[in-house]
């Protein structure tokens, strides 16, 4: 039998995760705030993570720091310049 990363359907149990960089995390998240017109909390977007809540403190508080997202509290948006950027055409 081989082993797998992916769990059986129905099974809880903590499985490993792999580690993705901080470019990745930020990379990630961007994404999710400018998929969707609504905020995100910080928790669902630990969640969306994997529950890896200190990458995506860290992450969100790089884009925070860069211009490419706005955060009141715990809701997070991509900012109007991260939108503008997205909506440029190759």
Not at 14 to 34: D, K, N, V
Not at 73 to 88: N, P, T
């Amino acid at each position: 039998m081989i082993a797998t990363d992916s769990a059986a359907p129905g099974d809880c149990r903590e499985q490993p995760r792999r580690h993705i960089s901080e470019r990745e995390t930020a990379r990630t998240i961007l994404g999710l705030l400018l998929g969707e017109q609504h905020p995100w909390t910080r928790v669902e977007l630990a969640r969306e993570l994997g529950g890896q809540r200190i990458d995506a403190h860290d992450a969100i508080e790089n884009l925070v720091c860069s211009g490419l997202a706005n955060s009141e509290g715990e809701m997070i948006v991509a900012s109007r310049a991260a939108r503008a950027f997205d909506e440029l055409e190759p």
